[in-house]
């Protein structure tokens, strides 16, 4: 094949070459465990007390951050592809239970505008098409021009509160179609993004799905995190 590295343009069979794939930071199950929630060094920096575990794929060190910067900015389905293939692939063999389905952070409606395209619900839908789950784009609207990545941490809590809403129907046509009670008792959702940082958004938005269906089991899929400054995370890399 005639294919060259997305981030290194060496040739390459795969759309990233196997050096390129070496020098990400990937979580392990057998170091970090199946549940993030449960690891300190993640855990101890994300907001968490609204849902129920974490899985991320790796850092958002370089080379990852710049195939994140891909799918973010380029609109690279492959990069899309890529963090989720191995999403899929990786996090497998560390026992991460289906949901039933997925569920991509929303962008507001002007950045959509702008952008052509939300980057959590491309993830979305190729574990879709890896996983057959089925994924619901309209759950939850986000209001407002605000971008969080340049808010403090307080800001950004306040921030997410006033922009993140529920949409009418939310998931009550896929409970119903799970034979699910509408409290959302045996029910699995994941809310999928691109970048964890604080936890604000995925927190908030998890907070508004229990209050709305109480009995809900929440996980959080992201492709990368971001480390603060001193983590222990980054003198491994
Ligand atoms: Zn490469």
């Given at each position: 094949?005639?294919?060259?590295?997305?981030?290194?343009?060496?040739?390459?069979?795969?759309?990233?070459?196997?050096?390129?794939?070496?020098?990400?930071?990937?979580?392990?199950?057998?170091?970090?465990?199946?549940?993030?929630?449960?690891?300190?060094?993640?855990?101890?920096?994300?907001?968490?007390?609204?849902?129920?575990?974490?899985?991320?794929?790796?850092?958002?060190?370089?080379?990852?951050?710049?195939?994140?910067?891909?799918?973010?900015?380029?609109?690279?389905?492959?990069?899309?592809?890529?963090?989720?293939?191995?999403?899929?692939?990786?996090?497998?063999?560390?026992?991460?239970?289906?949901?039933?389905?997925?569920?991509?952070?929303?962008?507001?409606?002007?950045?959509?505008?702008?952008?052509?395209?939300?980057?959590?619900?491309?993830?979305?839908?190729?574990?879709?098409?890896?996983?057959?789950?089925?994924?619901?784009?309209?759950?939850?609207?986000?209001?407002?021009?605000?971008?969080?990545?340049?808010?403090?941490?307080?800001?950004?809590?306040?921030?997410?509160?006033?922009?993140?809403?529920?949409?009418?129907w939310c998931i009550d046509s896929?409970i119903?179609?799970?034979?699910?009670?509408?409290?959302?008792?045996?029910?699995?959702?994941?809310?999928?993004?691109?970048?964890?940082?604080?936890?604000?958004?995925?927190?908030?938005?998890?907070?508004?799905?229990?209050?709305?269906?109480?009995?809900?089991?929440?996980?959080?899929?992201?492709?990368?995190?971001?480390?603060?400054?001193?983590?222990?995370?980054?003198?491994?890399?």
């Amino acid at each position: 094949m005639n294919l060259s590295c997305l981030l290194c343009y060496q040739a390459s069979p795969t759309p990233v070459c196997h050096w390129c794939e070496d020098d990400i930071f990937f979580f392990d199950a057998t170091l970090h465990g199946s549940n993030l929630l449960q690891y300190g060094p993640v855990a101890g920096h994300v907001k968490h007390n609204q849902y129920d575990t974490l899985s991320v794929l790796g850092l958002h060190t370089w080379p990852m951050s710049s195939l994140v910067h891909q799918l973010k900015f380029t609109h690279s389905l492959t990069a899309g592809k890529v963090l989720s293939n191995w999403f899929v692939h990786k996090k497998r063999q560390c026992t991460l239970s289906v949901p039933n389905v997925l569920l991509p952070v929303p962008i507001s409606a002007w950045r959509l505008a702008t952008r052509h395209y939300n980057q959590a619900t491309l993830l979305c839908e190729s574990i879709s098409n890896e996983l057959g789950i089925p994924v619901n784009q309209s759950w939850a609207k986000r209001k407002g021009f605000s971008v969080q990545h340049h808010l403090s941490k307080i800001a950004r809590a306040e921030n997410a509160h006033r922009v993140f809403s529920l949409s009418d129907w939310c998931i009550d046509s896929e409970i119903t179609a799970a034979q699910c009670k509408l409290n959302g008792s045996g029910f699995t959702v994941a809310i999928v993004d691109d970048v964890l940082t604080t936890g604000v958004t995925v927190n908030t938005l998890s907070k508004r799905l229990k209050q709305r269906y109480p009995k809900i089991q929440i996980q959080v899929w992201a492709a990368a995190f971001t480390p603060p400054p001193k983590s222990s995370l980054l003198q491994k890399t």
